[in-house]
């Protein structure tokens, strides 16, 4: 039986509200105040997801997401080191910020309407544009998702996915098997294993997904996008200075690459830079980190960590990285992508 979408909503909305409430009871400190307080802060990643987020056999975290969370560290303590990783899978990953389990969820999530409202959670800023594709098996001789019609495809719970899915069907008059499962593993695994036609995710990860099937080259990835995915980090509501510094952490590290400032020269250009617009971003000649609740400095500390926009994005999705990908649409705006900032000014 399926379950109106009205009742739905409100039964994400008292889930959103009781997880909430039931974190605002736990005390009235800031998320910086209780980040300070406990020495450390707490990111929700993903499952691993190549070039975002991925553990490597130590243990140790890194990615164009995870990154942000170096950076929020670096912020607030000068020590990038001062983030640690709470894997979460799609299902689980906004429930567990509601709840105050993490501080910040750095993880490949669309910004949508029904997020943003309702659920008690706030996305802060857009640091990858990304889109719905396909992945499946060449031998299927299928060049166009329209040729799909009667096929079934893998698809994770609890993302945009499914009902990205279900509008193009709907919309282009085809019909879809959808598959769900719980976790990215098991998505991924039941494609492998032939249990689906086709599997359908953003194309970023889908990128990755083929670089670590057991045989890449019987796989394709259609040349095809049927939806927006807007990427970014969330926190909670109701934290405006949290909200601001994540957000503007991620405008620090758009606005470094348009202004030149890399992890190799922002020591240097602190000091001397004449660029009214670098001495205010770095600090020089301004006090916009105090008014954060930071340093002055937090800017030089959060580029000498990960580097600007550009330096993370090639580190991860480069011509040398495990998961290259095109820069396309998040090439900065003044070189004909969307990628824009506002100003520290």
Known sequence: MKTPLLSLAAGLALVAASAVSAFAQGGSQSTLDRIKARGHIVCGTSEGVPGFSLQDNKGVWSGFDTDVCRALAAAIFNDQDKAQYLSLSSKN?????????????????????????????????????????FILRKKLGVNTVKELNGASVCVAQGTTTELNLADYGRTNNIKFETVAFATLEETVAAYEAGRCDAYTTDLSSLAGTRNKLQKPDEHILLQEVISKEPLGP????????????????????????????????????????????????????????????????????????????????????????????????????????????????
Request: hydrophobic content about 40%; glycine content about 10%.
């Open 93 to 133: 990953r906004l429930v567990a910020l509601q709840s105050g389990e993490i501080d910040v969820l750095a993880r490949t999530t669309t910004w949508t309407l029904s997020r943003d409202i309702g659920q008690g959670l706030s996305f802060t800023a857009v640091n990858y544009y990304d889109g719905q594709g």
């Open 234 to 345: 969330w926190v909670r509501k109701n934290d405006q200075a949290w909200f601001d510094i994540v957000r503007w952490t991620v405008f620090a590290l758009i606005n470094a690459e348009e202004l030149g400032v890399t992890q190799a020269n922002v020591e240097e250009l602190a000091k001397s830079s004449q660029n009214p617009e670098v001495r205010r971003m770095l600090g020089a000649e301004s006090k916009f980190g105090e008014s954060l609740g930071l340093t002055n400095d937090w800017v030089v500390r959060i580029v000498k960590a990960v580097g600007n926009y550009g330096e993370s994005f090639e580190r991860h999705f480069g011509a040398q990285s495990r998961n290259p990908l095109p820069r396309g649409v998040n090439k900065l705006w003044s070189q004909g992508g969307l990628q824009y900032a506002p100003p520290i000014r």
